[in-house]
């Protein structure tokens, strides 16, 4: 499947082209306006706009793109750091982000987007089947660096800039422990509004007294997004790839209900889950009827999700009745309900209401069949990782006007 993605990631990580005077890794604010520019800002120069040299003495380093004609005297006029990436290369004013020593970018807040998350860990206790960013080896992060990553972000980004909704993700962000706490004290700190969606597994928020002191520190802003795939241990152990881990998810829930943080429950549909999804629906609201939330949710398929395809794999058309089914016992037990991440084409007509705009606008994509589709501006699309060999759905068809003209059948 052909897709069109966006060029302005939020994940940005792009290798410079050339560097002159890099001699050490940099974490800094982006600056474009001249009247922006502050002490220690990371200046992006466009092409036809010269930087005075008063502002150069302040500044930390200057990213020019290559098509800059004044890059060889800048770099002959001054030693601070000059970075030239490729005019593709998109950066806002009040960006936040890292350049390594050997020229690497990464962009960790992009002042633009409304869908900003802050990755505080790669390592993860769970090894879900489907996990589409598969987990690094703890040896290979050292937390408290990770943490002052993230403070340091924090510090950098402007009040005017500070997001609505803020997502904490992982790997598992409570192993961080209580640099995890320090985080969202430090959220809370910067603007006790923003709503802190922290995306965890739950297992460690068992620990009864931890999450007393998350809860403390989130202000009531914090909305914990937790997996639960199976309505019996058997599943959910399974699907997680860890023996125990229902128990201990189960436990951090009620802990969560105990002091006061809301849950998005979120359920990933996938071959395994589907089987067994109005069993989980009924589990849900016997026992979990205090959940914000439900959010229902289609698989990206990546990482795991693509080595372990023929097991998890099922095409959402396959199960869109079941999807209704599973809807209608949760509208029946008074439960918030949403779908996410499934193309309003392949749900059935029940189901497009619940259907929520939720991928990220930094992985999102759209098939050119979407093009002619009325209801384009209503739907998901697509995550970009869905290619011609990592398929979605064999049923992707525009909604047109003219009924008669619907299912133009393309994918597979
Ligand atoms: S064809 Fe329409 S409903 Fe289907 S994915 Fe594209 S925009 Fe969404």
Redesign the pocket.
């Known amino acids: 499947m052909n897709t069109q993605l966006t060029e302005d990631t939020l994940f940005l990580s792009t290798q410079a082209e050339n560097i002159w005077h890099l001699n050490t890794a940099l974490l800094g604010k982006v600056a474009i306006e001249l009247n922006e520019i502050a002490a220690d800002s990371i200046v992006f120069l466009s092409p036809g706009n010269p930087l005075p040299e008063s502002a150069l003495r302040h500044v930390r380093a200057v990213i020019c793109t290559h098509d800059n004609l004044n890059i060889e005297t800048l770099s002959a006029q001054t030693e601070i750091p000059i970075i030239v990436v490729s005019e593709k290369t998109i950066f806002s004013q009040g960006d936040v982000i890292t350049i390594s020593e050997r020229g690497r970018i990464h962009r960790l807040f992009r002042a633009s987007s409304r869908n900003n998350a802050l990755l505080v860990t790669e390592v993860c206790n769970n090894l879900c089947v489907m996990c589409p960013q598969p987990p690094k080896p703890e040896s290979e992060i050292n937390h408290g660096d990770n943490e002052q990553r993230i403070l340091k972000t924090l510090a950098l980004i402007d009040d005017k800039h500070f997001p609505e909704t803020l997502c904490i993700t992982g790997g598992e962000p409570t192993m961080l422990n209580e640099g995890l706490l320090n985080i969202i004290e430090a959220i809370s700190d910067r603007n006790q509004q923003t709503l802190i969606h922290l995306l965890t597994n739950g297992r460690y928020l068992s620990q009864e007294s931890y999450t007393a002191r998350l809860a403390q520190k989130g202000h009531h802003q914090l909305l914990a997004g937790i997996p639960l795939f199976g309505h019996v241990s058997e599943i959910h152990d399974y699907v997680v790839q860890c023996e125990g881990a229902f128990n201990q998810t189960m436990a951090g829930l009620l802990n969560c209900y105990r002091y006061g943080i809301d849950i998005e429950l979120r359920v990933v549909l996938n071959k395994i889950t589907v089987k067994y999804l109005s069993a989980l629906a009924e589990f849900i609201s016997r026992n979990l009827f205090f959940v914000k939330h439900i959010a229902l949710m289609g698989m990206e398929n990546m990482g795991y999700a693509k080595l372990n395809r023929e097991a998890v794999f099922i095409d959402p058309w396959e199960y869109k009745d079941m999807l209704s089914d599973t809807i209608e016992i949760f509208q029946l037990y008074g439960i918030d309900v949403r779908v996410f991440n499934l ?4 749900v059935n007509e029940d189901t497009q209401t619940y259907c929520k705009q939720s991928i990220s606008d930094f992985k999102n994509s ?2 050119p ?2 093009n002619s ?1 009325v ?2 501006d209503a ?4 995550f970009s990782s869905s290619t011609d060999k990592f398929w979605l759905s064999n049923h ?4 047109v006007t003219n009924p008669e003209k619907k299912h133009l059948s393309f994918g597979g």
């Open positions: 193309p309003l084409c392949i759209w098939s069949v979407c589709c209801k384009r739907c998901c699309g697509f992707i068809s525009p909604f």
